[in-house]
């Protein structure tokens, strides 16, 4: 089973509210748009809002909440509204969620929808079109699926989140428009203690300027051997170029969560802002253990988190090799040559003595990342909404 097939997302949702929840008054129906890809065209999604019961509702509000587990700008949505089928498309006016994160800016957006209490007639029903766009913004894209929420509730506390609210729905959309492929990993990587340089590709579609800060890498050894953790520090390693001062950074192997991501795109990547290129290269050593068929090194944001789309699994054999080294030194070499982005999926390998190079510089990762970090921060918020309480799933 793959790393990416045991890394499941798990919604806390307040109350433990269905997919359709409601009282025995009035219930809240979602229909959201299946995907948006960043730059495209608008998603268009469907709120249905029902009274059942005997007396007009005066007191409740619409809301849609907009959010993923990091957000960190409402320029990254755009949002409109239409009364009932025939309607023209009104701009939704989103404000930041504030669930007092000291790490991001906001963690979603709010907006009433008709700016006033519904007036729902008795035994009545009534459907707003919804459609969510993704634009250019000055923000990290959104990498992971975002979430959609819409919410029946009279008001919203300081941070603009709905409170007391009678009944509430909730969908993911998935987030597309940025692909991102290895090219020079061998098929088969000896524990042999030299390094073997591959690239990683970061394509963005609409010519979008993702704004990408930092990502990760995990090392996955396969069920009998593997680690969330990631293999020790002695055992394998992972360095990322520096293409301004040609500086290799040794980076963490273990499943990270958001707040401890190492690899630092914005200033190691090269190219154009729509095509991000990373030079990498992996070392084995002697005690690297593997298990057939399901070895893979990852990059990206891990899975555990939530559904994302920002992640590549590259599978690739492992056998010991004699006179190997007992733990892993590629040396101060930088690569002779970077390879193009098109170039094949070939090895390339580094010797010591290539060319002078730059010592090691140490990222502060060591392959021992703690599994829990990003899950205990978002925790610390509270479970009041549904897209911000996605906690890291354990692998068995």
């Not at 609409?206 to 996955?220: C, G, T, V, Y």
């Not at 190492?262 to 290269?281: K, M, N, S």
């Not at 070392?283 to 939530?306: H, N, Q, R, V």
């Not at 510089?361 to 829990?372: K, N, P, V, Y």
Request: proline share 6%; glycine share 10%.
């Amino acid at each position: 089973m793959t790393a990416v097939a045991v890394a499941t997302s798990v919604l806390a949702i307040a109350a433990t509210a269905p997919a359709h929840a409601e009282d025995t008054k009035k219930s809240v129906e979602l229909v959201a748009p299946k995907s948006l890809e960043v730059g495209g065209a608008w998603g268009t999604g469907a709120v249905t809002v029902h009274n059942t019961g005997d007396t007009e509702d005066t007191k409740n509000h619409l809301y849609i909440v907009i959010g993923a587990e990091v957000f960190t700008g409402i320029d990254q949505v755009q949002a409109e509204y239409a009364d009932g089928a025939g309607d023209s498309w009104h701009p939704l006016t989103l404000l930041g969620l504030d669930l007092g994160s000291t790490s991001n800016k906001v963690l979603g957006a709010t907006a009433d929808v008709t700016g006033s209490a519904l007036h729902l007639a008795p035994h009545s029903s009534h459907t707003y079109r919804v459609r969510l766009r993704l634009p250019q913004s000055a923000e990290t894209e959104p990498v992971q699926d975002i979430g959609l929420e819409a919410d029946l509730a009279p008001g919203t506390d300081k941070g603009n989140q709905p409170t007391d609210w009678a009944a509430r729905a909730f969908q993911d959309i998935k987030v597309a428009g940025l692909t991102t492929t290895v090219t020079g990993l061998p098929a088969n990587i000896p524990a042999d203690g030299k390094p073997r340089t591959f690239q990683v590709t970061m394509k963005a579609a609409n010519h979008i300027d993702w704004h990408l800060s930092k990502s990760s890498f995990f090392l996955w050894q396969g069920q009998k051997y593997g680690q969330m953790t990631g293999p020790s520090a002695c055992d394998a390693e992972v360095d990322v170029l520096d293409p301004v001062g040609h500086v290799w950074h040794r980076v963490g192997l273990g499943a990270a969560g958001w707040n401890q991501l190492d690899v630092d795109v914005a200033h190691w990547a090269t190219g154009p802002v729509d095509q991000r290129v990373l030079t990498a290269r992996i070392t084995l050593g002697a005690g690297f253990k593997s298990t057939p068929k399901d070895t893979e090194l990852d990059f990206g944001y891990y899975p555990g988190s939530g559904p994302n789309n920002f992640w590549t699994t590259s599978r690739f054999t492992s056998a010991q090799a004699a006179g190997a080294p007992k733990c892993v030194n590629p040396g101060k070499a930088v690569p002779v040559t970077t390879p193009s982005p098109s170039a094949s999926a070939t090895s390339h390998e580094v010797p010591d003595a290539a060319k002078p190079g730059r010592e090691l510089a140490e990222t502060g990762a060591d392959g021992s990342t703690s599994l829990l970090g990003g899950a205990a921060a978002l925790l610390a918020l509270g479970a009041g909404t549904a897209f911000v309480t996605r906690r890291r799933a354990q692998r068995h």
